[in-house]
T-cell receptor, first 112, second 112 residues
Framework: KQEVTQIPAALSVPEGENLVLNCSFT??????LQWFRQDPGKGLTSLLL?????REQTSGRLNASLDKSSGRSTLYIAASQPGDSATYLC???????????FGIGTKLQVIP | NAGVMQNPRHLVRRRGQEARLRCSPM?????VYWYRQLPEEGLKFMVY????????ESGMPKERFSAEFPKEGPSILRIQQVVRGDSAAYFC??????????FGSGTRLTVV
């Protein structure tokens, strides 16, 4: 059974800092891994999707890496802004038909 | 492209009533997934459907919960005789094939 852990559970940083969010998973036989952000009381917004054959994906100030052998992914956010404040979820797809396991998330607060 | 549409956004039901949650997948997406997010917990897989077929319902409670995705119309998640423990955010996601999900904004069910 796949288990996904996200560390830290909460993070508070001043505006402008670069930061790293961590995601670890127990079963390295994955299909893909996806990072989402969730704003309070709202839905999930997909940020980056990394296929199992890829090592990283970039979108703007975001960079996600994947190391399957060690069961880890990181989400790097450059030059953080108050608008980045949200909960960031890591979702690991290890099912043949897309059954996905989510972490509980990292709650990020960027202080102006 | 309207994305994944869920309605209602908020639903209040008294104990013992029925709750019906609707999800219209993105255009061209034939795979629909329902997830439940309990307070302070990660999203948990409930059921995976394709048109007119339930592919995997291993995450659904055995009683009171059912889901369908008819040939025409939205996918429906139905909860009969709701109890307070059913209060949660219910998210629907869709995908075209085996790639990443697109999520709806969710339905927040409150049982009073």
């Amino acid at each position: 059974k796949q288990e996904v852990t996200q560390i830290p559970a909460a993070l508070s940083v001043p505006e402008g800092e670069n930061l790293v969010l961590n995601c670890s998973f127990t079963d390295s036989a994955i299909y893909n891994l996806q990072w989402f952000r969730q704003d309070p009381g709202k839905g999930l917004t997909s940020l980056l999707l990394i296929q199992s054959s890829q090592r990283e994906q970039t979108s703007g100030r975001l960079n996600a890496s994947l190391d399957k052998s060690s069961g880890r992914s990181t989400l790097y956010i450059a030059a953080s802004q108050p608008g980045d404040s949200a909960t960031y979820l890591c979702a690991v797809n290890s099912g043949g038909y897309q059954k996905v396991t989510f972490g509980i998330g990292t709650k990020l607060q960027v202080i102006p | 492209n309207a994305g994944v549409m869920q309605n209602p956004r908020h639903l209040v039901r008294r104990r013992g009533q029925e709750a019906r949650l609707r999800c219209s997948p993105m255009k061209g997406h034939s795979h629909v997934y329902w997830y439940r997010q309990l307070p302070e917990e990660g999203l948990k897989f409930m059921v995976y459907l394709q048109k007119e077929n339930i592919i995997d319902e291993s995450g659904m409670p055995k009683e009171r919960f059912s889901a369908e995705f008819p040939k025409e119309g939205p996918s429906i998640l139905r909860i009969q005789q709701v109890v307070r423990g059913d209060s949660a955010a219910y998210f629907c996601a869709s995908s075209p094939t085996m790639d990443g999900y697109t999520f709806g904004s969710g339905t927040r069910l409150t049982v009073v």
